[in-house]
């Protein structure tokens, strides 16, 4: 026995000892591309684990359980400087949240970084190799299918999801007793996307509708959620330490509840070829169906609609219906800036992570001013925090963490320095029927209420990640019906409806 422990602890002690000499030999392969390339390193975060910079890990876990994380990226990167390099678990990061970097990273350079290193070791296979895991052809090839569905999508017919939007405002008390609106949300976002992807709601904000498999469905897919969170984390270590039954599972459930709204809009698109024969009556648009047009690939279609599935059911509500019309919404300039300044502060998802494809050269961030620019080796990650560039007061000024949309009327600030939706060629392809649709509920509230009163005892926004960010309180509030007497206090949405009656009569 005690023979077997001696080997196994010489075995441990090589394997460090390995590790320690292959660090060494990458740090001097790296310093002379840096000279070679006649560039400067940026700042070295201090680690007290100079091996596998684990005490880094540990403080963002740390954070992100606390719910300050955002906040705590900000110090450090005041600390540090807007560029930064750390390690993560064994593996070089630059963190940047300088806008320079941030372009080149995601547009100029932009084949030269890609998300399939890190995304196809925390969950590619469970949650589909799709547009959101895929780099090269793939990718490119998912980007031309789907892009043109969003852009129909979006100045098409926009009654589809109405009768929901109906339903939440039935839902909401008038005599300003406190709720829970982020509840309310994330069902009208789950009957909302699941017809508008689908073509079938959950129906979730009905009385007593709720079907037994779509309670599966979205427990299965919430652990799908919070276990790539837990991988994402954990990089290159995901898929040692990261194993997990219940997981794996949520994930098996996840596939095959896809794969049978699959195989009903198949049986429905056959239906709806021997219909149309006979008739010519418009369809309302469906977005499997849509796809349908362009591939019967079950996997494809499976891994597509998982990848677009993902980040409508977890982000931004989305809803509109008429008589406001996409091209009204759009042309209402204080809404815009409203739903701008929301973003800015509070953006559902608040850093992007690229991993280096090939050796590039950054702009900016090197040397004892942090000005020069940086070699950048293969292999290195790119934790990009758009967030904090949001919030950065170089470039909003001293007032950048509060709320004021008249900042825009002052005109647009360069593009990158607001990006909640990305840039690139990787933008979201459903940024402008997000924000109409969003544009629409805000619409539906001052036209209802005068009064959007917060009951949250916690005044300050703590964060609960789950791929995206939420408030772990919750959304507590209470609303004052617009037939009631308006009183003093915070009025938010009276202020809106002014102005946007202001901007659409002229």
Known sequence: MESLYGTIAWTITLLLGLYVVRNFFNEHVYFRNVRKNGREHPPRYRHSDPILGTDLYRNIVKHMSEGNASKVAKQRFMTMGKTFEANSLGTRVIFTMDPKNIQAV??????????????????????????????????????????????????????????????????????????????????????????????????????????????????????????????????RFARFLGRDRTFENACTDVRACVNRYIDAALQHREELLISSEKNSVRQPFVFVDELMRETQDQKFLRDQLLNVFFPARDSAYIGITEPLTFELLKSINYLTWTLNECFRLCSPVSFALRTCLTDDILPTGGGPQGTSPIFVRAGTNIDIDFQVMQLDEDLWGSDADQFCPERREQGLLPAWHYIPFLGGQRVCPAQQMIYVQYAYLLVRFAKEFTRLENRDDTLEFVEEYRMTKQSRNGVKVAFLARCSRMTSGWEVTSRIYAFIMKDALG
Request: hydrophobic residues 40%; glycine residues 8%.
């Open 106 to 235: 995601l547009a100029t350079n932009f084949p030269k970084y890609g998300v399939e290193p890190r995304r196809k070791a925390f969950g590619g296979k469970r949650i589909g190799q799709a547009i959101i895991m895929k780099d090269g052809s793939e990718w490119r090839h998912a980007r031309k299918v789907l892009k043109p569905l969003f852009v129909r999508a979006q100045v098409g017919d926009l009654k589809l999801v109405g009768k929901h939007v109906d339903r939440l405002m039935d839902l909401l008390p008038r005599d300003s007793s406190m709720l829970d609106l982020q509840a309310l949300f994330q069902k009208l976002l789950l009957d909302t996307s699941t017809e508008f992807l689908f073509g079938s709601s959950t129906d979730s904000l009905l009385p007593n509708s709720f079907r037994s498999d779509a309670k599966r469905f979205i427990k299965a897919f919430d652990t799908t959620l919070r276990g790539t969170n837990k991988r994402l984390l954990l990089g």
